[in-house]
């Protein structure tokens, strides 16, 4: 079993910044990869960013790339996104997510952090 809790999200202006973290906790020596997913009222659950374990490797929506980052703290198990230049179609609730060693998809979730951008 892995635990994520996020924290960090908030209402910001656009063009504004925000930071979220997400803590694991558990069995996280089985951890392959960390991502970070949103959901928008009326809106289908929307990747947005994703960080290999182990080696780093970052993927991104295309939306995002050049004012998102993904990184992560093995030491402190811990992923970070931060967001810059952030616009109101950014407004959703954020969700970390797991994909641990053997599994097909991520298998572990976060509760989410609302996220808002008024313009």
């Known amino acids: 079993q892995v635990q994520l809790v996020e924290s960090g999200g908030g209402l910001v202006q656009a063009g504004g910044s925000l930071r979220l973290s997400c803590a694991a906790s558990g069995r996280t020596f089985n951890i392959n990869a960390m991502g970070w997913f949103r959901h928008a009222p009326g809106k289908e659950r929307e990747f947005v960013a994703r960080?290999?374990?182990?080696?780093?490797?970052?993927y991104y929506l295309d939306s995002v790339k050049g004012r998102f980052t993904v990184s992560r703290d093995r030491a402190k198990n811990t992923v970070t996104l931060q967001m810059n230049n952030l616009k109101p179609e950014d407004t959703a609730l954020y969700y970390c997510?797991?994909?641990?060693?053997?599994?097909?998809?991520?298998?572990?979730w976060g509760q989410g952090t609302q996220v808002t951008v008024s313009s």
């Open positions: 960080i290999r374990w182990s080696i780093g490797t970052t």
């Open positions: 997510a797991a994909q641990t060693i053997g599994a097909r998809d991520y298998d572990y």
